[in-house]
């Protein structure tokens, strides 16, 4: 079946370092794939998504490229600020239905940015 | 912009009790999903629905039930809650419109003693 491993974390960095959050996929046919974020006490949302190879996604600073030779969607952005302290999510669709799509998750990945 | 709202975001229960978590969205969105969060674990789907009085299982559907009657609410039951089901409790819509985009709400966080 589908599935997603992520980085594992949790990870800490100082503001204005530079962010990789690895994610690699096993999944049949093409899925889409998408970074969600979580902020302390909230549900998920959507961050950026990417529906075919070689599209890239972006969102707010944030980066990730779909790579269908590695099978990986690893997000990146430049210059993390403090409020971007959250757990991220890698996840793919099945796209087996179209707009009946499950998702599968990743485990997350715990940012800490510190001042 | 989507609204999906749930219930309660925090639930004390004891072991044995009937459990309902409700969860509603304001988008018209044909499908509907139930997930637990576990440290470590991601998110686990448990069941999710295409349509009204539909429902499908997912990954881990044992010890849960869903009902739903009306196309804009999803309902996740513990028919008689255990230990093992204290978790975060997420709750999401998508539809033919929303391109593959989820909209969760905020959570329950359910403590089972």
């Known amino acids: 079946g589908d599935s997603v491993t992520q980085m594992e974390g949790p990870v800490t960095l100082s503001e204005e370092a530079f962010l990789t959050i690895n994610c690699t996929y096993t999944?049949?046919?093409?899925?889409?794939l998408f970074w969600y974020v979580q902020y302390p006490g909230e549900g998920l949302q959507l961050l950026l998504k990417a529906t075919k190879a070689d599209d890239k996604g972006s969102n707010k600073g944030f980066e990730a490229t779909y790579r269908k030779e590695t099978t990986s969607f690893h997000l990146e952005k430049g210059s993390v600020q403090v409020s971007d302290s959250a757990v991220y999510f890698c996840?793919?669709?099945?796209?087996?239905?179209?707009?009946?799509?499950?998702?599968?998750f990743g485990t997350g990945t715990r940012l800490t940015i510190i001042p | 912009d989507v609204k999906v709202t749930q219930s309660s975001r925090y639930l004390v229960k004891r072991t044995g009790e009937k459990v309902f978590l409700e969860c509603v969205q304001d988008m018209d969105h044909e499908n509907m999903f139930w997930y637990r969060q576990d440290p470590g674990l991601g998110l686990r789907l448990i069941y999710f629905s295409y349509d009204v009085k539909m429902k499908e299982k997912g990954d881990i559907p044992e010890g849960y039930s869903v009902s739903r009657e009306k196309k804009e609410r999803f309902s996740l039951i513990l028919e008689s809650a255990s230990t093992n089901q204290t978790s975060m409790y997420l709750c999401?819509?998508?539809?033919?419109?929303?391109?593959?985009?989820?909209?969760f709400g905020p959570g329950t966080r359910l403590l089972v003693l």
């Open positions: 999401a819509s998508s539809g033919w419109d929303s391109q593959e985009t989820q909209y």
């Open positions: 996840a793919l669709s099945d796209g087996s239905n179209f707009g009946n799509e499950k998702l599968t």
């Open positions: 999944a049949t046919g093409y899925p889409s």
